[in-house]
């Protein structure tokens, strides 16, 4: 997301997978990241309404640390999610992963943590994307290697410890036809 200033056309923040700028030093304006990407923010105020109060009401349990301490400040489509389970209608999770290291580190590993988290909250079913098709793509690896990468970084997602009974992980090479 780059924003530009008005008067003189230079960028006033850069933010995507790469960079995290704001002009002159400045800081993020996370309200225009949120208006950007369509989100809303989280309400995590004491009201009975609120995002945080609202899962701890429906789910029985405390809300996850993320969303307690404001770690997670906006969403999109949380209120539906959560519309959904008070209805008592059924729904997934579907996160993923794009393999290019061995490893997961912190940031690999902080939404699998969410994830697992909900689903272990809702007790819904997971499903879990590698796309490692992609990643042999766009950061030159070859197919094998892209293949090695995936399985590694699938050891990893499972050691997050996800209902093994209610968790789909898939690679694309192997599901969506190589």
């Known amino acids: 997301m780059e924003n530009k200033d008005e008067k003189n056309g ?14 002159d030093g400045g800081k993020i304006d996370y309200d225009k990241l949120i ?7 989280l309400d995590q105020s004491s009201s009975e309404l609120s995002h945080v109060k609202r899962v701890e009401r429906l789910t029985g349990r405390p809300a996850h640390v993320f ?13 539906d999610i959560l519309n959904a389970y008070e209805r008592g209608e059924k729904f ?9 290291s061995e490893a997961l580190h912190l940031g690999h590993l902080v939404p699998f943590m969410f994830t697992k988290y909900l689903q272990d909250a ?17 950061k030159n690896l070859s ?8 399985r590694e970084n699938a050891k990893d997602i499972i050691a997050c410890g996800f209902d093994i009974s209610k968790t789909f992980i ?7 036809g190589g």
């Open 10 to 23: 230079e960028q006033e923040q850069v933010v995507n997978p790469w960079e995290v700028s704001a002009k």
């Open 35 to 41: 208006d950007k990407f369509g989100c809303q923010k």
């Open 67 to 79: 969303l307690r301490r404001g770690v997670f400040f906006a969403h999109r489509d949380f209120d």
């Open 92 to 100: 997934y999770l579907y996160t993923g992963r794009g393999p290019s």
């Open 122 to 138: 809702f007790k819904v079913p997971l499903v879990i994307q590698l796309t490692d098709d992609e990643k042999c793509m766009w």
């Open 143 to 150: 197919v094998e290697e892209s293949q090695r990468l995936a």
């Open 170 to 176: 898939f690679s694309d090479f192997d599901y969506v």
